[in-house]
């Protein structure tokens, strides 16, 4: 079972090069200039820190030429909705080669961003990847996050990662200076309500070993959350070994296949029960649709700081397709696209803004 498990493994590895190896070749579509957004009065001034500045907010995210639009319209959307727009800072981990045309992209549209790209080789995850329900969610760089807390710099002491396909309707600093307790690792929106034994197999809940007992002794019940919006403390997370905790998981599913999901459960499995709840209103996720169809579905009730377009259906795809969701035109205006040489496919400048509450 080993041997057949490594050679899926490799297989999977293989794959990935041949698709990082056709997204390196291929052009990478043409995006927009956005508008410059300054700091307004009371924004801490830089200083020759650099990326250690104190003064900083940390957002670190995946990049790839196959969701750079949805980065590009993420980025637009919190600058645009900061108060202090100069003082964030992104970090994009991107998949090894590559990086230099996305660089050039990122510099385009936005000038004066502050930023910095870490290449991520699939070798560091291949031999943990199980296969999923969907194949986007086996892609080595949806991994990524695992490995933060090591290629970001030792001084960066938290972050807030995003998916690329979020956009921010509030100020991101309120997100980033969310408290976390002495005894929390990552802070993020909790869904109590969920059914959170659907995230594993009937396998691991009738395990002794495993089901129930794992997440005995917790500060709290464990509750679904969403990876796509969280804040994490990094000083915390490498003291603690977390990265190994993760994959420590990921290897007894390639061994006993407890879960049908890409990169949640592992996180599930080591901070259910000890996340430190932010307010919902800081993930109205789902908005992608479900795994299969990608079906719409409306923000749930209540205030909205950030929209989530997680599940298989993405905006930009409804839109390109003439099949957009309604909620979908909202993310249109932050769209940066150039859809030819003819014209853009938003106009940033004058696009309707997303009303923060």
Known sequence: MRAAGAAVALLFFFLFLLAAAAEAGAALPRFAEAPQYRNGEGCPAATAA???????????????????????????SLLKHASCPESLFFHFL????????????????????????????AEAVAGLISAS???????????ARNHL??????????????????????????????RLPAAAVVAAPEYCHANFSRYFTPAFWSDPALGARVFAGRRRPPC???TGVMVLDLRRWRAGNYRRRI???????????????????????????????????????GLGGDNVRGS??????????????????????RLDAGRPCPLDHTWKSYDLYVAGDGGSAASPASGPALSAW
């Open 247 to 285: 994959e420590r998981w990921m290897e007894i599913q390639k061994e006993r296949r407890i879960y049908e999901l890409g990169s949640l459960p592992p996180f599930l499995l080591v901070f259910a029960g000890e996340v430190e709840a932010v307010d919902l209103r800081w993930n109205q996720h």
């Open 296 to 317: 719409c579905r409306p923000l749930h009730d209540g205030p909205v700081s950030l929209m989530h377009w997680s599940g298989k259906g993405k905006p930009w795809d």
């Open 224 to 226: 679904y959350f969403n």
């Open 94 to 121: 991107a998949a090894a080669p590559g990086d230099g045309e996305l660089r050039a992209a990122l510099a385009a549209s936005f000038p004066s961003l502050r930023f910095e790209i870490y290449p991520f080789r």
């Open 50 to 76: 650099g990326v250690c500045d104190p003064g900083l907010v940390h957002i670190a995210m995946t990049l790839d030429a196959h969701y750079l639009r949805g980065s590009m319209a993420a980025i637009y």
């Open 149 to 178: 807390a090591d290629l970001l710099p030792p001084c960066v002491p938290r972050a807030i990662y995003l998916d690329s396909d979020v956009l921010a309707a509030d100020d991101v600093r309120r997100l980033w200076e969310t």
């Open 133 to 143: 329900v969907r194949a986007a969610l086996e892609a080595p760089l949806n991994y």
